[in-house]
């Protein structure tokens, strides 16, 4: 089983900056992919950037330029550098650890981290 810890989530001003991080334990490896969704209050949950073993990222369009997604394998934690925070970046934030193809092995979440932008 996979255990993910978010943290770093708040209340900050339109503009700003927040850091987002998610520590993983238990039984995961480097070979996970690892991305941040979040989910604003009525939408679905969506993609906001993610992260293979190898380094690859990929990120929502809404994102582009202004998140930096990253890990530490050596920490098993991942990290979500969030500049220019609009207010339609308010949403929770959750962390997300997908298993390689081959893995029978589940998906796993935390629990979710609040990120609020308004002035």
């Known amino acids: 089983q996979v255990q993910l810890v978010e943290s770093g989530g708040g209340l900050v001003q339109p503009g700003g900056s927040l850091r987002l991080s998610c520590a993983a334990s238990?039984?995961?490896?480097?070979?996970?992919?690892m991305g941040w969704y979040r989910q604003a209050p009525g939408k679905q949950r969506e993609l906001v950037a993610a992260i293979t073993s190898g380094g690859s990222t990929n990120y929502a369009d809404s994102v582009k330029g202004r998140f930096t997604i990253s890990r530490d394998n050596a920490k098993y934690t991942m990290y979500l550098q969030m500049n220019s925070l609009k207010p339609e970046d308010t949403a929770v934030y959750y962390c997300?650890?997908?298993?390689?193809?081959?893995?029978?092995?589940?998906?796993?979440w935390g629990q979710g981290t609040q990120v609020t932008v308004s002035s």
């Open positions: 238990g039984s995961i490896n480097n070979r996970y992919t």
């Open positions: 997300n650890a997908e298993p390689p193809s081959y893995s029978s092995r589940p998906s796993s």
